[in-house]
């Protein structure tokens, strides 16, 4: 398919872009998305949460009361679980959360998050441009022109832009990134999606 190609203004420049259908136009598989967006918050996970165990709390090992008789439930010493301050029973210990997930999944999900963005008319192509300087205010007046200021917006270049990243840094709401950070999670955690000529040839071949 191909779709109009805009500059920093929001004008169309009269020319057109190619979007590969095998990559933007493939039916979505929602299980893979889910699949890929699970495995990528799930490898974010730190991992350390930690409670004491009853052989890990400071404090006497004496027996505070008789086994039988006392009417309530039998205890040893002070760090018994069913006391206040005593250990956690079955508490959390550290662990690593990630997991693996085969290449084609991955690739899958990747195109099913672009090919939703197409459907929902959320992905603007435009052609590559460059700040002089960081400057803020450039990228504001940039995204109000293609009329996404305000919204989640991902920006994604064909390499590392440092004057655009720059000038982005700092505005809410507004991710700036370059093709080989893109994932399944960033395309589906933005309302919009913008790419640069360069970006899109790049993504083509996917």
């Known amino acids: 398919m191909e779709v109009a190609v805009y500059n920093i203004k929001g004008e169309d420049t009269g020319k057109k872009v190619t979007l590969k259908d095998g990559v933007f136009g493939i039916e979505p598989n929602d299980h893979v998305v889910y699949l890929d967006v699970k495995q990528h918050l799930a490898n974010k996970r730190q991992g350390t949460a930690k409670s004491k165990e009853r052989s890990e709390i400071a404090g006497s090992t004496r027996k505070l009361g008789r086994q039988k008789g006392g009417g309530g439930a039998r205890r040893g010493d002070i760090n018994s679980p069913v006391l ?3 250990a956690r029973v079955f508490g959390p210990t550290p662990r690593d959360y990630s997991f693996k997930l085969n290449k084609k999944v991955k690739s899958l999900a990747r195109k099913s998050a672009l090919s939703y963005k197409v459907r929902e008319s959320a992905l603007t192509v435009i052609e590559d441009f460059n700040f002089e300087t960081p400057k803020t205010k450039e990228f ?67």
Do not use: C, P, W
């Open 84 to 86: 206040v301050g005593g």
């Open 140 to 206: 504001i007046a940039l995204a109000k022109n293609l009329k996404v200021d305000g919204k989640k917006t991902l920006f994604v270049s064909a390499e590392n832009n440092t004057n655009v990243y720059l000038s982005a840094r700092n505005v809410q709401r507004t991710t700036v990134i370059n093709v080989s950070e893109l994932n399944t999670y960033k395309v589906m955690d933005a309302a919009h999606l913008i790419l640069s000529e360069s970006a899109v040839a790049a993504i083509n071949n996917f």
